[in-house]
């Protein structure tokens, strides 16, 4: 397929040099070991089987990581929380604490905002149904701890080359990669966007859009009016709300004395940066006079602010970056090192894996700054063992850090005019009852086959239930909240039942509230397949806990187990 140029130009060269910054920066990130010496299969130790969720444990090198540039050097890629086996082993909290991080793969991009990470893996259609495409799951950055586990069909278009936090509107956009798309006639009716059509596109077209999107619902809003043909790598913004993304690039040209990639022109190519307007999802150009070589007719394109590329070389597989909230004018990357191939046993370029990489120096991956006020980038320091990542942060430093909304909760919409009561239940969307002010409501709660009332909360406090019946105080206030909590007479096997403790779960506004309960009981939130989402110990008698509503949840405090729908 060819592409016009007004959607595929690419950027040639110019020189500058980028001066390295002695100040010592922590990234983390969610990584993964590229390659092995065996091969491709990542390690695994096996910790045995786990009879209270009837898995078998393992422990994988997947996880969160922490990684340290001091100026000079860079510290090897280190867990964190670390995951020690001899820790683990027979504690069955840690155990599914630490199996869990089989499921962190963000294949199909992840982000972090403000200690929270969300990670998109694209499931196999081969093993699975064709609209069960993207499997997502949220997390504690600091903890590792799973908070929620949902699949969405391939209509979410969450493949991404990028996610990331923009503190100047708090939104969070990304460069989506958008199949089956109708595209607007001012695209397609642009007799210079297509010289040729593939016969073969049955699927629509597809390419990227930057978008924003919602972590709460991860409902993809495309800006861009058209799609790019680019093989974006990576997308990041800065504390000053500027967003930039890289492309992948060849290895094609020559290695100068710095080790930086230059085409037949001397100008430097290689991955090449991007910027994007956030409101109009359109790169920024700069007009430049070009002649069509078949015609010698002169006109006017538009090419990339940036007209040259970084300098290396980088293919087109997972990669991340990102921003120190300090330092708007260096993006952090970890990209490939000659795109990504080491030397096989004849010393050729290979895309197998180059088992001597420790003595001959072939790592495949580096860290390297790119300046954005020049487009260049400079190499800082291989790699050690392998690494990369579907998601980077400045540890401290993030420019998302700032940001006062929970990314995962979802944002409520209130009645604008009139008073009512908002009726939590188990579904999606939300029932608002319109009320007077004043006066109270009585409801019948019917639980559903083998289930009862556990709970029943109004504006934050518990309400006396008789006959399944319960009635409001009077209403104050414009907006209420009636929560009502179900508990399953059987709990799942997953985690035993026993009811003779005395704690209690009472619905709140952002989860559940966990009262009368004992200093020193450790509360574990299981999803109803046996993930353990949240876990914590009681440092008194009560705890607030945020929960997404309208799930299943299996709670255990001290003894005592439920199973709620909230």
């Not at 972590?215 to 993809?220: D, R, Y």
């Not at 109009?280 to 040259?308: A, F, R």
């Not at 970084?310 to 087109?316: A, E």
Request: hydrophobic residues 35%.
């Amino acid at each position: 397929m060819k592409i016009s140029k007004k959607l595929a130009t690419l950027a040639v060269a110019a020189l500058s040099v980028l001066a390295l910054n002695a100040q010592s920066v922590k990234i983390n990130g969610i990584g993964h070991n590229n390659r092995y010496d065996d091969g491709e299969q990542m390690n695994t130790t096996y910790l045995g089987w786990n009879s209270e969720i009837g898995k078998a444990i393992f422990i994988v090198d997947q996880g969160l990581y922490t990684m340290t540039w001091n100026g000079s050097t860079l510290t090897t890629p280190e867990k964190e929380p670390p995951v020690e086996a001899s820790e683990i082993k027979g504690n069955n909290e840690k155990e599914i604490w630490a199996n869990n991080f089989n499921l962190m793969q963000g294949n199909s991009g992840a982000c972090y905002v403000a200690g929270k990470l969300v990670t998109v893996m694209s499931r196999d259609e081969q093993s699975t149904t064709d609209e069960e495409l993207f499997a997502v799951r949220k997390w504690d950055a600091k903890t590792g701890n799973l908070l929620s586990s949902e699949i969405f069909p391939k209509s979410a278009h969450l493949e991404s080359a990028g996610m990331s936090y923009n503190p100047k509107d708090g939104k969070v956009y990304g460069l989506f990669y958008l199949t089956g798309q109708d595209l607007p006639t001012e695209i397609t009716s642009d007799p210079d966007y297509f010289e040729d059509q593939d016969a073969d596109m049955t699927d629509g077209d597809a390419g990227y859009c930057l978008c924003t999107i919602d972590l709460a619902t991860m409902k993809v809003t495309p800006i861009t009016p058209g799609l790019y043909y680019y093989n974006f790598i990576t997308f990041a913004i800065n504390s000053e709300g500027r967003a930039f993304a890289l492309t992948s690039g060849g290895s094609s040209g020559y290695v100068d004395e710095e080790g930086k990639v230059r085409d037949i022109n001397n100008n430097l190519a290689g991955a090449q940066l991007y910027e994007f307007d956030l409101t109009t999802g359109l790169m920024l150009t700069k007009p430049v006079q070009t002649t069509d070589s078949s015609t010698g007719e002169t006109y006017t394109d538009y090419v990339s602010i940036y007209d040259h590329g970084t300098g290396y070389c980088s293919q087109y597989k997972r990669q991340a970056a990102c921003f120190a909230k300090s330092n708007p004018n260096k993006m952090y990357w970890v990209g490939y090192i000659n795109s990504g191939k080491g030397i096989n046993e004849y010393g050729s370029w290979s895309s197998l894996p180059d088992k001597e990489w420790r003595t001959n120096g072939k790592y495949d991956t580096a860290l390297y700054e790119v300046d954005i006020t020049t487009g260049e980038a400079t190499q800082l320091a291989k790699v050690d063992n392998r690494w990369t990542f579907s998601a980077l942060w400045a540890d401290g430093d993030d420019p998302s850090d700032d940001a006062t909304e929970d990314p995962f909760k979802p944002g409520e919409v209130e009645p604008v005019e009139g008073t009512y009561i908002a009726l939590q239940h188990a579904e999606n969307g939300s029932i608002w009852q319109q009320v007077e002010i004043g006066k109270q409501y009585t409801y019948y709660l019917e639980p559903a086959e083998g289930w009862k009332l556990h709970s029943v909360t109004f504006n934050g406090t518990e309400l006396t239930v008789e006959n399944n019946t319960v009635t409001t105080p009077a209403v104050t206030t414009e907006h209420s909240k009636l929560i009502v909590i179900f508990e399953e007479l059987t709990p799942s096997a997953i985690v035993a039942a026993n009811d003779l403790s005395t704690p209690k779960i009472l619905g709140s506004a952002n989860g559940i509230h966990v009262t009368n309960a004992q200093k020193g009981d450790v509360v574990n939130v299981y999803t109803t397949d046996g993930r353990l989402m949240h876990s914590q110990t009681l440092t008194g008698s009560q705890a607030d806990i945020s929960l997404n509503t309208g799930s299943l949840y299996i709670i255990k405090v001290g003894t005592k187990t439920v199973k709620v729908r909230i």
